[in-house]
């Protein structure tokens, strides 16, 4: 797929994704207690989720600019559009609208099946509905799971729900 093609089947709905996230992230994380560094000189717990957010709904931000700014110099905006591309758009959408609800299960299934397995099931779900192929999915989603464990466990001292199974990591 040239440059060029892909700039004209851009969609906005990844920025509007992004954006709905990084508010959500914002909202769960306004009842953690500290802001800024903890009492080991360690970043407290709410600088993560703050930053994060603040840096999704950035790219977001850039997301929905990129595509008005592609919409406005291919004619789009003005109503242009054919039905294979309305199609495609359609497509993209619902796939933006499955990824909020699989988030939204996982954010509610986080207390009973705990981090790592659910971020593990998530992470890998998430991305075989991005089409990607499952070995690299799951390859990634163990990293990604890995990495979480080590940053949250280890350098921020911040303790990782367990859920019903109680796994250690």
Known sequence: MSESSL????????????????????????????LGFGNNSDPGPMLFPVGLSILIAFGGAIEIYA????????????????????????NKRLRAGALM???????????????????????????????????MAL???VALTLVVNLLFGMLFHVPLPSGIFGLPF
Do not use: C, H
């Open 7 to 34: 700039g004209k089947n851009r969609s906005g709905s990844l920025g509007y994704v992004l954006i709905v996230f990084a508010l959500i992230v914002l909202y769960f994380s306004r009842d953690i207690r500290e």
């Open 67 to 90: 595509n008005w700014k592609v919409k406005t110099q291919s004619g789009e905006a003005i109503g242009l559009v054919d039905e294979s591309s309305a199609l495609d758009v359609k």
């Open 101 to 135: 609800g699989l988030f939204l299960v996982y954010i509610l299934a986080m207390p009973y099946v705990g981090f790592t397995l659910g971020t593990l099931v998530f992470a890998t779900a998430m991305m075989m509905l991005l089409k990607i192929p499952w070995k």
């Open 139 to 141: 390859s990634v989603s």
